[in-house]
């Protein structure tokens, strides 16, 4: 009874945090929830009972502890059965719309309160369905609860399998138990959807991998590996996606190919997959042993005539595989192994560690304390390691590429050309650094030429430039896609350090922006999708270098009647631009909404970026300011930071002004707070002021 109370008190505790994080109006609602797990009773029953007939029946105390609680309670050959449960509303819930949620039934159910149908989960047969390991959620109106006296609540269950229910039946108002299903929902089934996406894009990526370094069939393997998981990982999720479980498909049909087969091909393919990877060479007996065990298993499961046969054989089916799993490390183990492949095998073993952690946590759970709402955790172990395996053949990838590169260069001439050089060092050292330097001039006046002011008045933009490089080159970099008189775009990049390499960063980036920008332009494809490709473009373009980049890309999109242009704009890592509002005189950040999935920046390999899009309108006065980080994180004499506040003050205060203005105002405001202090990054600040587009008259040419 102890550990039972332990994972009660564990589940509400998330469950209030969750409440509280989601409305903190509703802090005092844990005390309005009703656990009716004590309040459970059962009655036999055959397919033909109905709601009219169920209470002539006589009904027990039913006991929700353990695993597979429904099926201890019915007779052998028993499908069916009556659940009651019955209870008064409290007063504090009177006149409210009630739900019910149950966080785990099986296998099918329909249920009734006070007479009236409320809703059921799966289907009876002969068509028979489970939604597995997904919540019940039953909405109750106020209008068939009676608020004083009591309410039945009657639950009509078909049994198949280990069937059984959780000892978490909660009732409260609605709109309560509705944020708890949601969270339980999600570890129960959503979070599957994740590990889905990550498994699909490394079978792809592996895959392709492979198709290049045919020799390497560990990657094969791997991406089989991944394809198999997805395929056992599907029941876990299908709530969330109906699409995977059509109607024309049986249930048993579903279960033979997702969790059995995906199953036995994950074990088959991790055996294989450790052969694989210290490059040994299965001998062909060992390699019929194990098809031989994975057809034998196949073909019984799919021979298999009903779901509790299904069952029955489950036993065998684990042996067979734990059999199958085992001789591929019994191979591994007997092979005569160098160094490098004992080496190997150490690390492989370490991978599967969270993997076994988990199954042990599982077993703890199902076993020892009986709960059957708790999430596997063996399928998270699983994910973990997965996503060691994919960073230990990235690295192995990695290493390979990097071996073939050093080889394909002619290390004869690249020692003669050093030697050259190195015997030339000591006379003209000071020839070098006087060219050094004259070279870095070049090299500045070279950069600005690239990142240019706006070559003309533009229509309905007053626009200001302030290019402050830390040295007399910048890693930032900046550039305006105009068209005629048309502004179509902008964008800003801080790339990572400083000096010269940040330097010829950001002048290998230009053209990949400037071109990828233009492109998606005429595509009509969003800024977001740029930035991706962009990010794809200079990952291949820079090879080796560490440098990444954070920016922002924005697309101006043509003025309406109303004189009001619409901007779509995708953040790369970067500090958020602040708008200003002429209509309501508001001055904030630029950011995605807190539910939305953004991280990342450009350049860096192997690692996943999300880059939404943000849309918003810019009408007549309104500002928008971008900057480097160089202005906001640059300190005074007192190590304050200048902050972004001080830049919004400002810009509320000089509203008004035009852009040039309001560039001054901030460069006075920042040299007065840093003064004394020497500068240590490049700055950047772009102001844009919308002006009436209508009232643009186009600069004249000098001839």
């Known amino acids: 009874m102890f550990k039972h109370k332990i994972l009660f008190l564990t589940l509400s505790f998330f469950i209030l945090i969750f409440s509280a994080c989601s409305k903190s109006k509703n802090q005092n609602q844990a005390q309005d929830l009703l656990n009716l797990k004590d309040r459970l009773y059962w009655a036999e029953c055959d397919r033909n009972s109905t709601i009219e007939d169920v209470e002539s029946r006589r009904f027990h105390k039913f006991r929700t502890e353990g695993i597979g609680n429904i099926k201890k309670v019915i007779k052998p050959g028993q499908e069916y059965i009556w659940l009651m449960m019955v209870f008064p509303v409290p007063e504090n819930l009177r006149h409210k719309s009630l739900a019910l949620l149950i966080t785990y039934l099986h296998f099918a159910d329909k249920v009734w309160v006070n007479g009236t149908y409320v809703g059921g989960y799966g289907q009876f047969p002969p068509n028979e369905r489970s939604v597995l390991w997904g919540s019940h959620f039953y909405s109750i109106p106020d209008s068939i609860l009676n608020s004083v006296g009591r309410n039945v609540i009657f639950m009509k269950v078909y049994c198949k ?55 390497e069939r560990a990657y094969l393997s791997f991406s089989a590996l991944c394809i198999a998981s997805m395929i056992f990982a599907l029941p876990f999720c299908s709530p969330n996606l ?128 009986q709960k059957i709402d708790i999430p596997y955790i063996t399928l998270f172990g699983w994910q973990l390691s997965i996503l060691c395996f994919l960073i230990l053949l990235s690295t192995r990838y990695n290493r390979a590429v990097s071996q073939n590169e050093y080889l394909n260069i002619n290390l004869r001439k690249e020692i003669d050309r050093q030697t050259i050089e190195l015997s030339k060092k000591n006379t003209e050292l000071e020839q070098q650094i006087f060219r050094s330097q004259t070279d870095l ?49 902008f964008s800003l990049f801080d790339v990572s350090g400083h000096g010269i390499a940040a330097s010829l960063v950001t002048m290998l980036a230009k053209n990949i922006i400037f071109q990828s920008f233009m492109r998606n332009m005429q595509k009509n494809e969003t800024v977001s999708r740029t930035l991706y490709e962009i990010n794809d473009e200079i990952i291949e373009a820079k090879g080796g270098i560490e440098n990444y980049l954070t920016g922002l890309m924005f697309r101006f999109k043509p003025f309406n009647e109303k004189d009001v242009c619409k901007v779509e704009m995708a953040n790369a890592g970067h500090p958020n631009p602040i708008f200003y509002s002429s209509e309501d005189g508001i001055c904030d950040e630029i950011k995605s909404g807190s539910n939305v999935d953004h991280h990342g920046a450009i350049g860096l390999d192997f690692i996943t970026v999300s880059f939404p899009q943000i849309s918003f309108k810019m009408a007549e006065n309104d500002i928008l300011l971008f900057y480097t980080d160089g202005l906001t994180e640059s300190r005074n004499t007192e190590n304050e930071m200048f902050g972004k506040e001080r830049v919004k003050k400002i810009i509320r205060s000089s509203y008004a002004k035009d852009s040039q203005s309001i560039m001054k105002d901030i460069i006075d405001e920042f040299n007065e707070f840093t003064k004394g202090v020497k500068r240590d990054d490049d700055i950047t600040i772009v102001v844009l002021k919308r002006e009436n587009s209508y009232n643009f008259v186009e600069e004249l040419t000098e001839i």
């Not at 509705?178 to 592996?206: K, R």
């Not at 930032?476 to 775009?489: A, E, H, R, S």
């Open 441 to 489: 001039e070049m090299a500045s006046l070279v950069q600005k030429k690239f990142f240019p002011y706006p070559p003309k008045k533009l229509r309905g933009w007053d626009i200001a430039v302030s290019y402050s490089p830390l040295d007399k080159v910048s890693g930032d970099m900046y550039d305006f896609y105009v068209k005629d008189d048309t502004l179509n775009g």
């Open 242 to 369: 109906p699409l995977i479980f059509p109607s024309k498909i049986s249930f048993l049909l579903f279960i033979k190919s997702t969790l059995c087969e995906g199953f036995y091909l994950i074990v088959f393919l991790l055996a294989t997959l450790t052969i694989h990877f210290i490059k040994g060479s299965e001998t062909k007996i060992f390699r019929i042993i194990r098809l031989s065990i994975l057809g034998f298993c196949t073909l019984i499961t799919f021979c298999a005539p009903d779901y509790n046969f299904l069952e029955l054989i489950c036993p065998l089916m684990l042996i067979l595989s734990g059999v199958q799993l085992v001789l591929g490390f019994v191979f591994v183990l007997h092979v005569k192994q160098s160094k490098s492949e004992r080496k190997n095998f150490s690390i492989l073993v370490a991978v599967l560690v969270p993997l076994s952690i988990s199954i042990v946590i599982d077993l703890i759970i199902k076993l020892f304390f």
């Open 161 to 215: 399998g280990v069937s059984g229910i959780s000892d978490t039946i909660l009732l409260g108002e609605h709109d309560h138990i509705a944020t708890i299903n949601t969270l339980i929902s999600f570890f129960q089934s959503t979070v599957y959807l994740f590990a889905e996406g990550g498994m699909l894009f490394t079978t792809i990526l592996f895959l392709l991998i492979y198709l290049w370094r045919k020799k």
